[in-house]
C-alpha cells in the first residue's frame, strides 16, 4: 500500500464530508453503557512526539472545546486488533498466556523500527495523526500475527472489520456537531503536513481496553520488547 495516497484519499473525501456537514458524531463517547472491550497490540510514540500532538490538541481546544481529545497517555498506534472490541466481552473468556505464546512466537527475528508521524488525515468522524515506518517490518510482523493467530483456534477477529495496513494515531473525535467549523478546517489544513516527531519502535503492548483507549480503562497485560 502507498501509505501517502491511501492517506490523501482519506482527508480529501473526510475534508469534503466536513464541508457538508456529512460527518459523523460519536454518540458512545459518554456512554455509561458502553461496554464495548477488546484484545489490541499496539505501540506507543515517544514523549517529545506526543507532546508535539498535545500542542496540536491545544490549539483545536480552542475552537472546538466541546469534542473529545485524546490525552497524552492514550495515543497510540494499534499494532493489531486481536480480538477487536464488542459488549461483553472481559478476559475471564481467554486464557491470556496463549496469546502472549503466539505473540512471543510472531516477534521472534522481529528488529527495531522508526515510524516518522507527519501531517493530519481524517475520517468523517475522527482526525488521525499520519504514521509512516521506515521499513516493511510493521506489516511483516503483522503478517506474521495473521498467520499464527490464524493457525489456533483462539477467539480473536483480526482482519474481520478491516485489514490494517496503516500506522495512524487516532487524536480528535466528534462528540457533537460543530461550531466553529470554517476555523476548524483551516487548522486541519495548515497542520496537513505538519512534522509531530519521529520515534523508535522498541517494544509492543498487549492491552485489554476500552473502544477508545483510556487509560482508566486499559489494563496492560504484557509489554514485549523487541
Not at 55 to 60: E, N, P
Not at 63 to 76: G, K, N, T, V
Not at 82 to 91: R, T, V, W
Request: glycine share 2%.
Amino acid at each position: 500500500m502507498n501509505l501517502t495516497e491511501h492517506y490523501n484519499h482519506l482527508y480529501q473525501e473526510a475534508i469534503l464530508n466536513f464541508q457538508t456537514d456529512n460527518y459523523q458524531i460519536d454518540s458512545l463517547i459518554d456512554s455509561s453503557n458502553d461496554n464495548r472491550y477488546g484484545l489490541t497490540l499496539l505501540l506507543r510514540p515517544d514523549l517529545k512526539t506526543k507532546i508535539e500532538i498535545v500542542k496540536f490538541l491545544d490549539k483545536l481546544k480552542k475552537i472546538e472545546s466541546r469534542q473529545y481529545f485524546y490525552q497524552d497517555s492514550d495515543i497510540h498506534v494499534t499494532v493489531m486488533p486481536i480480538i477487536s472490541c464488542y459488549d461483553g466481552f472481559n478476559l475471564s473468556q481467554i486464557v491470556i498466556e496463549d496469546y502472549i505464546k503466539i505473540i512471543n512466537e510472531s516477534l521472534r527475528n522481529c528488529l527495531k523500527f522508526k515510524i516518522e508521524f507527519k501531517g493530519l488525515t481524517a475520517s468523517p468522524s475522527c482526525i488521525m495523526v499520519q504514521g509512516f515506518p521506515n521499513n516493511n517490518l510493521l506489516n511483516q510482523f503483522r503478517n506474521k500475527l495473521r498467520e499464527n493467530f490464524k493457525s489456533t483456534t483462539l477467539q480473536q477477529s483480526i482482519d474481520e472489520r478491516y485489514s490494517i495496513q496503516t500506522a495512524h494515531s487516532t487524536i480528535f473525535r466528534l462528540r457533537e456537531r460543530l461550531n466553529n467549523k470554517r476555523e476548524f478546517l483551516n487548522l486541519i489544513d495548515s497542520y496537513r503536513n505538519h512534522y509531530f516527531g519521529s520515534f523508535v519502535v522498541e517494544n509492543v503492548e498487549l492491552v485489554y481496553n476500552d473502544w477508545y483507549q483510556r487509560k482508566e480503562n486499559v489494563k496492560e497485560l504484557l509489554r514485549f520488547e523487541i
